[in-house]
């Protein structure tokens, strides 16, 4: 098969979006040589994430605009990718963050996957203006519709593109994202001690990793900290939002600036070094797509607490914690029951690490290689 990959997000966005694009295309790079991969982005542009994936998988062919589209870059992802699609004869096109060009019904034989993240705008409006929610249920709705069969990483997430768009139930297929490689090994110690010197990391701290914004919530956490034990600090690894603000605020006013610590632009070299000497990971977000970083935490070793109310318990699982996002006293009594009973947290991260084989890289390349594979056989009949 020749498979073409929407690739935008692989080259210039270095979270969230940008890691599942690069990871997926990687796997299927490496569980699936005999494939021909495409990837087709407004801008090739050089940097060491994208770089890295360009050194694991040396054959990908790499497609951006020429002549007078490269003066209207926006307008020929949109529309003008099609006629590369034909030329390039591509049998599968994956649009990878939820959308596919608009014209690919018409313009193009090649049949079409687009994976869907999460519709929180359309759960939580008030966090983004009217334009931007106007424009992004234009643009998903319309990638459900013409799509041949669409992704969704999550339950939570099939069941929200069909409450919001009415979709087809059998047209969508959930297939859940892994993380980096990386955190499924042990970190080397002279790594972890670099870690340590570099961010200040306390020789105790509970993680809590994302970028720091009014819904991934994590004043929950920083609330949670005055009923713990003193010697248990609190790390933040993420990009500051204006609702940081309200974090710092809390921490001034409840004396909390030796124990919270707040780190933003941290190399990804140390991220796993940096989960792995952690007591407990938290994660109180209010809605999430499908929640990555608990993933990663699982492999790390460490025992997960998370919150309830969208698709966290699918990631971590029946053996995790989880507490109303609003919640203090549950939090802090969630912790503090990891703290002071070695046992149950030994035996949640046992139970942790069994239970995150099910999101290996082997198994979802596969579950993606079948799924393109039946969309070829349907053309074919």
């Given at each position: 098969m020749r498979i073409g990959f929407d690739a935008k997000r692989a080259v210039q966005n270095f979270t969230g979006l940008g890691n599942y694009s690069r990871y997926l295309i990687e796997i299927l790079y490496r569980f699936y040589p005999e494939n021909e991969y495409f990837l087709y982005a407004p801008h090739i542009r050089s940097n060491p994430r994208f770089n890295h994936l360009l050194?694991?998988?040396?054959?990908?062919?790499?497609?951006?605009?020429?002549?007078?589209?490269?003066?209207?870059?926006?307008?020929?992802?949109?529309?003008?990718?099609?006629?590369?699609?034909?030329?390039?004869?591509?049998?599968?096109?994956?649009?990878?963050?939820?959308?596919?060009?608009?014209?690919?019904?018409?313009?193009?034989?090649?049949?079409?996957?687009?994976?869907?993240?999460?519709?929180?705008?359309?759960?939580?409006?008030?966090?983004?203006?009217?334009?931007?929610?106007?424009?992004?249920?234009?643009?998903?709705?319309?990638?459900?519709?013409?799509?041949?069969?669409?992704?969704?990483?999550?339950?939570?997430?099939?069941?929200?593109?069909?409450?919001?768009?009415?979709?087809?139930?059998?047209?969508?297929?959930?297939?859940?994202?892994?993380?980096?490689?990386?955190?499924?090994?042990?970190?080397?110690?002279?790594?972890?001690?670099?870690?340590?010197?570099?961010?200040?990391?306390?020789?105790?701290?509970?993680?809590?990793?994302?970028?720091?914004?009014?819904?991934?919530?994590?004043l929950l956490a920083v609330k949670a900290l005055p009923g713990i034990p003193e010697d248990i600090h609190l790390v933040l690894v993420g990009k500051r939002t204006y609702y940081t603000n309200q974090i710092d605020a809390f921490i001034k006013s409840h004396r909390l600036e030796k124990r919270v610590h707040l780190l933003h632009d941290v190399t990804f070299q140390y991220l796993p070094a940096i989960y792995q000497q952690a007591e407990i990971f938290v994660y109180p977000s209010r809605f999430e797509g499908f929640g990555i970083p608990i993933i990663e935490a699982l492999h790390s070793g460490i025992p997960v607490i998370a919150a309830t109310g969208s698709c966290l318990e699918e990631a971590g699982g029946p053996d995790s914690l989880y507490v109303h996002p609003d919640d203090k006293e549950g939090m802090t009594k969630a912790i503090c029951s990891l703290l002071n009973h070695p046992e149950k947290r030994q035996h949640m991260i046992e139970q942790g690490l069994k239970y995150v084989t099910r999101f290996s890289e082997q198994r979802q390349a596969e579950e993606l290689m079948n799924l393109y594979r039946s969309l070829t056989e349907e053309k074919t009949i």
């Open positions: 050194t694991a998988c040396p054959s990908l062919s790499c497609i951006s605009p020429k002549g007078l589209w490269k003066k209207c870059r926006s307008a020929w992802r949109s529309i003008g990718i099609t006629r590369s699609l034909e030329k390039d004869h591509i049998t599968i096109y994956h649009g990878l963050s939820n959308e596919l060009p608009l014209n690919i019904r018409k313009a193009t034989h090649t049949r079409s996957v687009v994976t869907i993240h999460d519709l929180i705008f359309l759960r939580y409006p008030q966090c983004y203006p009217p334009i931007d929610r106007f424009i992004y249920t234009y643009k998903f709705r319309k990638a459900c519709q013409d799509a041949n069969a669409i992704v969704a990483i999550s339950q939570c997430t099939k069941r929200d593109i069909i409450h919001y768009f009415d979709i087809d139930a059998d047209k969508i297929h959930v297939i859940y994202q892994g993380c980096d490689e990386v955190f499924t090994h042990p970190a080397p110690e002279q790594l972890k001690q670099e870690a340590r010197e570099k961010y200040h990391l306390p020789a105790k701290y509970i993680l809590c990793v994302g970028s720091i914004e009014e819904r991934k919530n994590a």
